[in-house]
């Protein structure tokens, strides 16, 4: 069978060029994953999302949690469509995107979207058109499922970068490393931009303590470098944010984790986006077969 990243390639080149010329725009991409629920990883991606948009990103956020999507009841949005609807050519991706009051906007996720891996090459053609119209973004970011199923890794491999959340819990820390451990091995023809952010620690000392764990045990065993971009606090403005279904960028902003989460972005947003390829390069990358 013909590798369908081959096809795709054929397909998107005008939408590439259309996308991108003249002006040098690529659009960052970004997959916020972890090794375990519970860590508060959607958390990360919504809150995140919206410290860009502060700063005049045009930002997306995508659902890629497609067993159990929540980043909608974080944003208090039940949405009509999600992203199955465009795979089956029933709808068009500017029918399902959403515009939200924080500033981003919204696509929902689905079971089954690891479907578009056997698309036919019409229903290919129609989704890569389709998917290309979001090149407009300056940043997505997708939130993945937890753990290493097909459609996370999927995602954490077309990505150009990839942040995995942990806490100081001796399970998170655990399965934070066997996150990466997955990714490295897995993934070992293609170059994985992995970061590290530990949520919900008490002080800056025990989020570099916990980082430096895990980055030395990743150069260690695995012989792989992962950057640390920072910590978010433990605090009480993130449970009562969750339980009024607004972010708490919006709710609290002058709250600790929304400070850490400002300081976090702005980190990096003073690098480069050299190595950011565009939408175009992350469908080719996600239909690639590992």
Do not use: W
């Amino acid at each position: 069978m013909e590798d369908q990243a081959e096809e795709l390639r054929e397909l998107m080149q005008g939408s590439e060029k259309k996308s991108s010329s003249g002006s040098g725009h690529k659009t960052r991409i970004i997959a916020v994953t972890s090794g375990k629920g519970g860590v508060g990883k959607t958390n990360i991606s919504v809150n995140m999302a919206i410290a860009y948009a502060q700063l005049g990103k045009k930002v997306i956020l995508i659902d890629g949690d497609l067993g159990m999507a929540n980043v909608n009841v974080l944003l208090n949005i039940v949405p009509q469509f999600n992203l199955m609807q465009v795979i089956n050519k029933q709808k068009s991706m500017q029918e399902i995107i959403l515009d939200t009051e924080f500033g981003i906007r919204f696509i929902a996720g689905a079971n089954g979207f690891s479907k578009i891996a056997n698309l036919t090459t019409d229903e290919l053609d129609y989704f890569a058109e389709q998917f290309s119209q979001l090149g407009n973004a300056d940043i997505i970011i997708i939130d993945t499922g937890a753990g290493i199923a097909e459609n996370v890794l999927r995602f954490v491999a077309a990505a150009d970068e990839v942040y995995v959340v942990t806490t100081p819990e001796p399970t998170a820390i655990t399965d934070a490393y066997g996150m990466i451990k997955i990714i490295t091995t897995e993934l070992i023809d293609r170059e994985i931009n992995i970061k590290l952010l530990v949520n919900r620690v008490h002080s800056a000392d025990e989020g570099k303590r916990i980082s430096d764990r895990i980055i030395n045990i990743v150069a260690q065993f695995l012989n792989y470098k992962v950057d640390y971009i920072g910590f978010v606090y433990d605090d009480p403005a993130v449970t009562q944010s969750v339980i009024r279904q607004k972010p708490f960028m919006v709710v609290n902003p002058t709250s600790k984790p929304a400070q850490c989460v400002k300081h976090i972005v702005g980190r990096i947003e003073k690098t480069e986006n050299s190595g950011s390829e565009g939408v175009s390069t992350f469908l080719k990358k996600f239909l690639r077969k590992k």
